[in-house]
């Protein structure tokens, strides 16, 4: 049975930081590339960053030099690194891993709010 767990969401002031974490069990997490989804109320579910299974790296233009996304395939962990936290960036974040199968996590709230 295939799990996706995300952690590391909260409640920040802006300009701030939180380190999001995906932890995957049941599948063989390097073959898999990783997705940050992201959905603000009202909003489309839009794609915030990628890894690939070698460590390359896609970015959502808004995010660039702020977000850094990572994997540690040791601890079938993707994480996302999130700095200089603006209001926008609220929104539930969705881990999502990709190969012959796709699989999503249940979601963590990230709220930045003064």
């Known amino acids: 049975q295939v799990q996706l767990v995300e952690s590391g969401g909260g409640l920040v002031q802006p300009g701030g930081s939180l380190r999001l974490s995906c932890t995957a069990s049941g599948i063989i997490f390097n073959r898999y590339y990783v997705n940050w989804y992201r959905q603000a109320p009202g909003k489309q579910r839009e794609l915030v960053a990628s890894?690939?299974?070698?460590?390359?790296?896609h970015y959502e233009d808004s995010v660039k030099g702020r977000f850094t996304i990572s994997r540690d395939n040791a601890k079938n962990t993707a994480y996302l690194q999130m700095s200089s936290l603006k209001p926008e960036d609220t929104a539930v974040y969705y881990c999502n891993v990709r190969w012959s199968s796709d699989f999503w996590g249940l979601g963590t709230q990230v709220t930045v709010s003064s």
């Open positions: 890894i690939g299974k070698s460590g390359g790296t």
